[in-house]
Nanobody, 123 residues
Framework: QLQLVESGGGLVQPGESLRLSCVAS????????IGWFRQAPGSAREGVSCLSRSDGNTYYTSSVKGRFTLTTADATNTVYLQLNSLKPEDTGVYYC????????????????WGQGTQVTVSS
């Protein structure tokens, strides 16, 4: 059974950092494209960062470039998202997802999803 479990969310002040983790079980994460998505209240789920396994490229949405970093630890079947210089607009539920074939960093292309972890940035 394919499963993804996120952790690491929390309540932080603007400018602070968090590291989100996503542990996979039931499949080898190194063979799948990986995405981090977020959903703010009242908004659609959006792609934050995605890793293409075919060419090794990592995509970041423009609002997080230079602040967020996606990394992988294939030996432990884990993917991370480092969130630095957090802003109130980064608030939302963050999900990790896996796709067998990567095309775009958008939700429809990803077939396996975690349950999400809440990130709240507020002073």
């Amino acid at each position: 059974q394919l499963q993804l479990v996120e952790s690491g969310g929390g309540l932080v002040q603007p400018g602070e950092s968090l590291r989100l983790s996503c542990v996979a079980s039931g499949f080898n994460l190194s063979r799948y494209a990986i995405g981090w998505f977020r959903q703010a209240p009242g908004s659609a789920r959006e792609g934050v960062s995605c890793l293409s396994r075919s060419d090794g490229n990592t995509y970041y949405t423009s609002s997080v470039k230079g602040r967020f970093t996606l990394t992988t630890a294939d030996a432990t079947n884990t993917v991370y998202l480092q969130l630095n210089s957090l802003k109130p607009e980064d608030t939302g539920v963050y999900y990790c997802a896996a796709a067998g074939l990567f095309r775009l960093c958008t939700p429809p292309g990803f077939t396996s999803w975690g349950q999400g972890t809440q990130v709240t940035v507020s002073s």
